[in-house]
């Protein structure tokens, strides 16, 4: 009987398309969730080969976000996006262009 495919499986390599990670994250920010935050950042770093394949400094960043949304369970950035949303504006996560 072959084996079938997690849906953890499946997403990590769904979210190594760019075009795919991008919205991923616009959803979870626009559910202003820490904690599923925190969980899509990991997916996609591990997506895209893991915590090792970033630069010193997107490690320390990574790390000290990571931290700050396990511990407080929320950050600052939260304060931005419900203010843009009482502006009638929203944050959006796109491809940068290369």
Do not use: W
Request: with cysteine; net charge negative; glycine share 6%.
């Amino acid at each position: 009987m072959p084996r079938s495919i997690s849906y953890h499986e499946e997403l990590i390599e769904a979210l190594k398309d760019p075009l795919e990670a991008a919205p991923y994250i616009e959803v979870v920010l626009e559910e202003g969730d820490p904690k599923m935050l925190r969980k899509a950042l990991k997916n996609v770093v591990e997506a895209q080969g893991g915590v090792d394949q970033l630069s010193e400094q997107v490690k320390q960043s990574y790390f000290k976000l990571d931290r700050m949304l396990g511990e407080k369970g929320e950050i600052e950035f939260y304060c931005l996006s419900t203010l843009l949303d009482a502006l009638g504006l929203q944050l959006a996560v796109t491809v940068k262009s290369m």
